[in-house]
């Protein structure tokens, strides 16, 4: 009972801007770190940005600049601001979560969300 949804994925044109958020749902008592990978057609799934349970930030060099995480530990919420968009962003974007406590003693290493699609064109 316990999912990632993700959400603000959908059409743009390059140069255009695009939030996208997950949110984490269920009996979660902690999370660790939140991150968004994309995997384009053809191509493995990457990592696109990552942050900690105390706020430290990892980018994929092809994004620094251009996109911001975020998150709000109060719901489970990861937002990405994705600005400068490029055709080569396109790709379906992932939330994932890692460490997910759920119970005293339980936890998940890793959950995923079920994706949504960016497109850039124009």
């Known amino acids: 009972q316990v999912q990632l949804v993700e959400s603000g994925g959908g059409l743009v044109q390059p140069g255009g801007s695009l939030r996208l958020s997950c949110a984490a749902s269920g009996s979660i008592i902690s999370i660790n770190a939140m991150g968004w990978y994309r995997q384009a057609p053809g191509k493995e799934r990457e990592l696109v940005a990552r942050?900690?349970?105390?706020?430290?930030?990892n980018y994929a060099d092809s994004v620094k600049g251009r996109f911001t995480i975020s998150r709000d530990n109060a719901p489970n919420t990861v937002h990405l601001q994705m600005n400068s968009l490029k055709p080569e962003d396109t790709a379906v974007y992932y939330c994932?979560?890692?460490?997910?406590?759920?119970?005293?003693?339980?936890?998940?290493?890793?959950?995923w969300g079920q994706g949504t699609l960016v497109t850039v064109s124009s």
């Open positions: 994932n979560a890692e460490g997910v406590r759920y119970s005293p003693f339980s936890t998940f290493p890793g959950l």
């Open positions: 942050i900690g349970s105390g706020g430290s930030t």
